[in-house]
């Protein structure tokens, strides 16, 4: 029930409030943080929450897996992905006055979503290779990362909508991965 209220209700809820009615082509979550104080307390609050929700899930899918290059890669990826989540969104994204910061808050903020995805694709791979589930949510990777990066380049930057696009897709493709737990291969 606590993982339906966070990743049914709580997470896409707080994602889409913090999108607001702002546009969402033409500006990103790190622009609207930086409007006002409490905008950014909004930022960090919504990347503890995502931080909190990959890492755990993800972490404990993470720990069914065999010892081995796998799990050792699953876990670098998965940290990597919290990490720079962490690390990126306190770091203001002001280009004009701090251009280094800014360039930085970049640099952490991409590096999670591509860390996130690998770590998705790494865990949905770790699936039985018989099991029809895991063709469907490979599709369903695929298509995220068609349609992410579709909106990358139609947009030429992050914007909001990305942004509110990939959590929620990511957000449930992790709750489908770990409904499906049990069919995650634990022995070679």
């Known amino acids: 029930m606590l993982l339906d209220l966070y990743s049914c209700f709580l997470l896409p809820t707080y994602t889409l409030l913090f999108a607001d009615s702002v546009t969402w082509i033409r500006t990103n979550f790190s622009v609207r943080a930086v409007t006002g104080l409490g905008h950014y307390r909004a930022l960090l609050l919504w990347g503890l929450l995502l931080s909190v929700y990959y890492g755990v899930l993800l972490g404990r899918l993470t720990v069914a897996l065999p010892r081995g290059r796998m799990r050792v890669m699953e876990f670098l990826l998965l940290g990597a992905a919290v990490l720079s989540l962490t690390l990126g969104l306190p770091v203001p994204y002001l280009p004009e006055t701090y251009p280094h910061l800014a360039a930085l808050h970049v640099l952490f903020t991409f590096s999670a979503g591509i860390s996130l995805l690998a770590a998705l694709l790494l865990l949905i791979l770790a699936f039985d290779r018989g099991d029809r589930g895991r063709r469907i949510l490979l599709r ?3 298509a995220i990362v068609a349609v992410s990066c579709t909106l990358l380049l139609a947009l030429g930057m992050v914007s909001s909508g990305l942004e509110v696009f990939l959590v929620l897709s990511t957000v449930w493709l ?14 070679y």
């Open 174 to 187: 992790t709750r489908q991965l770990w409904l499906r737990r049990h069919r995650i291969v634990t022995e």
């Open 140 to 142: 369903i990777w695929c």
